[in-house]
């Protein structure tokens, strides 16, 4: 059976799917038509999925403000999309939902 965590604590299986899903269903709204820097921001949210078993790996995504609208996406190499502000903060809600 699977386990399922969220910084570090054990969390219930569907609870975590559930935020999973807004997780995963978040699009990048538009592409950075020019080099955009973010030297210096700090992250509103960065989620890392460690995934197990064959294929093992570890995605970074931290999501860094832009304007009202957007976020910026840094995956760790350039940055090269924009993010819905809503979106993003409907993920970081229902992530602070769970662990609380």
């Known amino acids: 059976k699977a386990s399922y965590y969220c910084n570090g604590s054990k969390v219930e299986?569907?609870?975590f799917k559930d935020v999973y899903q807004k997780m995963i269903s978040a699009q990048y709204d538009a592409k950075a038509e020019e080099k955009?820097?973010?030297e210096g921001t700090k992250p509103i949210m960065t989620i890392r999925y460690h995934i197990f078993g064959k294929g093992e790996t570890t995605m970074t995504?931290?999501?860094l403000p832009y304007d009202d609208s957007f976020y910026?996406?840094?995956t760790g190499?350039?940055?090269r999309f924009f993010a819905d502000k809503r979106q993003v903060d409907d993920i970081?809600?229902?992530v602070k939902g769970l662990i609380s």
């Open 13 to 15: 299986e569907d609870a």
């Open 36 to 38: 955009v820097s973010a």
């Open 61 to 63: 995504v931290s999501f």
């Open 72 to 74: 910026l996406v840094d």
């Open 77 to 79: 190499h350039t940055i």
């Open 92 to 94: 970081a809600k229902a």
